[in-house]
């Protein structure tokens, strides 16, 4: 099928996420190439989220085998680990049945289309529906070579041992009234990929253009499940670029400390993954004069203060789990007060991507248990009021870097505090340093709940207001290989 088949699920999905439609080599702009997989990769994101329909369920299933660490999740609609049928394999296509319907829409495309059509929907679907997927898609024919490719593509894929090497988060969304694909099919995929979730939605095999408002939720719930707003995050952190410096004494004694680790006869490139205003990258110049420096922040307007404080790095504006630098490109990947917003596999796996054999890693981060003063102060006010991020632990860092085939040197938890003279000056630096709740969750603050906050910290903390914080420090080299 053309790129237009997802045409539905984009409205759907309007303007909340960056999406890359990919077409197959043969269909749309797509290169043409003998190599499928090479083609999707070449046009896909460094790390991303991949949705696959039918055989765009089977190579996206192979991506995630073969190149991991460029998937962060997968949504798979109609997938099955073989496509034909075997004596062991009852779920698929007898080979006969197949090879008419090839033969027929390489000699006659139109009546091929239509047949394979007539296979995807019931007979009672509406008739202006098929109708008008038709004249689309038959306007867009794929070269003969693409329709042959993706014949034995179908014809060689056995994925059924394989499955319980997926490593990523899936879900699986099967239609129970599919005639291409049986729902049983799916079924065993999501069965046998260890993360896997499912659902069965009641229509037939084409879901993208039958259920494009189910599967939209789907995927956008299942892409949120990290909790943290990115986009909050990146207007609180620009918002507070001119304030930052003054009141981010934890942060930066923790950036110090890291950066004390780094031999002043460092040569090679070092990236900071959410370089704030640069006072950081700064520092580092001025110590490792031979380092090319590249800042990465995901809030534009820090961004900016960095350039303009370190004219002589390159900057640029992006998620740390998704920055889309180069591979291999890092000798050092330095991060301070910055990786507590990511979750540590996605971010773990950007920074072995972004390192060279041999590169070091070194991060200071924020962990579990962090400002319990907040949090003992909002359960006074309401238990459902919590408004504390809950940070990654220890072990979820560690794991990520054992994942990774990171070797790790140093792995050390420690406690700082910031003491203030009252608590609305603490509520101050809070809010300079653009640390506040960035849930998906949040909602507007009555002013009545947030002078209680107050009252419960003020009563909570008494003459000694102070913030703790638990950190993790980690300095890791990526394997010579």
């Not at 409205?11 to 077409?23: K, N, P, V, W, Y």
């Not at 190579?59 to 062991?88: C, G, N, V």
């Not at 014809?155 to 319980?164: C, G, V, Y």
């Not at 140093?410 to 506040?436: M, P, W, Y």
Request: net charge negative; with cysteine; hydrophobic share 40%.
């Amino acid at each position: 099928m053309p790129p237009l088949i997802w045409d539905p699920l984009l409205r759907e999905l309007g303007d909340e996420f960056q999406i890359q439609r990919a077409a197959l080599p043969g269909y749309g702009n797509a290169n043409q190439t003998p190599d499928c997989l090479a083609e999707l990769l070449a046009q896909a994101p460094q790390r991303s989220h991949w949705c696959g329909w039918s055989l765009g369920a089977t190579l996206a299933m192979q991506a995630a085998l073969k190149f991991p660490e460029r998937i962060s999740k997968l949504t798979l609609i109609s997938p099955t680990p073989r496509f034909f049928e075997t004596d062991d394999w009852p779920h698929g296509i007898s080979d006969s049945a197949f090879d008419r319907l090839l033969r027929v829409t390489q000699k006659k495309y139109p009546a091929g289309l239509k047949r394979f059509l007539q296979m995807q929907f019931p007979a009672e679907t509406n008739h202006q529906l098929t109708a008008a997927l038709f004249e689309q898609i038959n306007s867009h024919r794929p070269t003969d070579e693409a329709l042959q490719r993706g014949y034995e593509t179908l014809r060689s894929s056995d994925l059924r041992q394989q499955l319980i090497d997926i490593a990523v988060p899936t879900q699986i969304i099967a239609a129970d009234e599919d005639n291409v694909i049986p729902p049983a099919a799916s079924r065993f995929c999501a069965e046998r990929i260890p993360n896997a979730t499912s659902q069965t939605l009641g229509s037939c095999h084409c879901l993208p253009v039958t259920q494009p408002k189910r599967i939209a939720e789907l995927i956008a719930r299942f892409t949120n499940d990290d909790p943290i707003d990115r986009a909050q995050v990146a207007r609180q952190f620009s918002k507070a670029a001119p304030t930052y410096d003054r009141a981010a004494e934890v942060q930066r004694e923790m950036g110090h400390d890291l950066i004390d680790q780094i031999a002043p006869t460092a040569t090679g490139t070092l990236i900071d993954l959410g370089c704030g205003t640069g006072e950081a990258l700064e520092r580092i110049g001025n110590r490792c004069p031979k380092l090319n420096l590249v800042g990465v922040d995901i809030a534009p307007a820090m961004i900016e203060t960095s350039r303009d404080r370190v004219s002589a790095a390159e900057f640029q504006a992006a998620d740390i789990e998704q920055t889309g630098l180069p591979d291999a490109t890092a000798s050092l990947v330095f991060s301070s007060a910055a990786m507590q917003w990511c979750q540590p596999q996605n971010a773990i796996a950007e920074v072995a991507r972004l390192l060279e054999p041999g590169g070091q890693f070194l991060m200071s981060t924020f962990v579990a248990d962090s400002l319990p003063e907040f949090r003992e102060a909002w359960r006074r006010v309401s238990p459902s009021l919590n408004r504390v991020h809950d940070l990654a632990s220890d072990t979820a860092w560690k794991q990520a870097l054992v994942d990774c085939d990171f070797q790790i040197t140093k792995f050390n938890h420690h406690q700082r505090c910031q003491t203030f003279t009252s608590v609305d000056e603490l509520l101050l630096r809070f809010r300079q340093i653009g640390a506040s709740y960035a849930g998906h969750d949040r909602k507007p603050l009555s002013r009545e709940d947030y002078t209680n906050f107050r009252r419960q910290l003020n009563a909570l903390l008494g003459g000694k207001p102070k913030l703790t914080y638990e950190c993790l420090t980690v300095l890791a080299k990526k394997p010579n290989r």
